[in-house]
């Protein structure tokens, strides 16, 4: 199970941390991630990371601005959201799989568990 928290209302420019609890049989979750719904369009992929090795990905849209991280000791995921802009606004959901693959995956189709989301909303 996958339980988000975190999102809120803020102004453009400002941040939020985003948590994602991981409860039961955690230990072979080999990826994790966030996405983003907007209103009115589909789920992409915001950033993810292969929780062996830390490595990541990042959608260009948020690259520099968003830091995905992972605490194996609370099987919680994070997403430390920076200079955060309109664009930003979404329903935020964090995924997991536990299929092997040979890179860290961006897509919908690659994630297995969900969340049930947290909402963010930026707005002057």
């Known amino acids: 199970q996958l339980v988000e928290s975190g999102g809120d209302s803020v102004q453009p420019g400002g941040s939020l941390r985003l948590s994602c609890a991981a409860s039961g049989y955690t230990a072979d979750y080999h990826y994790m991630g966030w996405f983003r719904q907007a209103p009115g369009k589909e789920r992409k992929g915001v950033a993810a990371i292969k929780s062996s090795t830390r490595a990541t990905a990042y959608a260009d849209s948020v690259k520099g601005r968003f830091t995905i991280s992972f605490d194996a000791a609370k099987n919680t995921l994070y997403l430390q959201m920076d200079s955060l802009k309109p664009e930003d606004t979404g329903m935020y959901y964090c995924?997991?799989?536990?299929?092997?693959?040979?890179?860290?995956?961006?897509?919908?189709?690659?994630?297995?568990?969900w969340g049930q989301g947290t909402p963010v909303t930026v707005s002057s």
């Open positions: 995924a997991a799989d536990r299929r092997f693959r040979f890179y860290v995956s961006l897509s919908n189709y690659d994630y297995s568990t």
